[in-house]
């Protein structure tokens, strides 16, 4: 059974930064591409961003352009969230995924296994 351990949530004020990490316990980790999603309270779960097997490839949301960044090491079974420039709607649960696939999607339903989640609240 894969599991995946988020950490680095917190409070901080508007314009601030955290850092989340994900490590991953499984062996094929480099193979799959890794996303993380973010639910606030009252709202569905929504893709934040997602990085491929490699880390050559990104994509993220409109919202968070610019200002979030995602990387991972694959030699530490590790996926980042660099989030700067908070604000208070990036308030919210975030999850990290690993995908089925090598390449990332926005679509929940192409992750297998999910993180228990870490809470990020950004103070106005």
């Known amino acids: 059974q894969v599991q995946l351990v988020e950490s680095g949530g917190g409070l901080v004020q508007a314009g601030g930064s955290l850092r989340l990490s994900c490590v991953a316990s499984?062996?094929?980790?480099?193979?799959?591409?890794v996303g993380w999603f973010r639910q606030a309270p009252g709202k569905e779960r929504e893709f934040v961003a997602a990085?491929?097997?490699?880390?050559?490839?990104?994509s993220n949301i409109e919202s968070v352009k610019g200002r979030f960044t995602i990387s991972r090491d694959n030699a530490r079974n590790t996926v980042y969230l660099q989030m700067d420039c908070l604000i208070p709607e990036d308030t919210a649960v975030y999850y990290c995924?690993?995908?089925?696939?090598?390449?990332?999607?926005?679509?929940?339903?192409?992750?297998?296994?999910w993180g228990q989640g870490t809470q990020v609240t950004v103070s106005s």
């Open positions: 995924a690993i995908a089925r696939t090598n390449w990332g999607s926005a679509a929940a339903h192409d992750y297998t296994y």
């Open positions: 990085i491929n097997w490699s880390g050559d490839y990104t």
């Open positions: 499984s062996r094929t980790f480099s193979q799959h591409a």
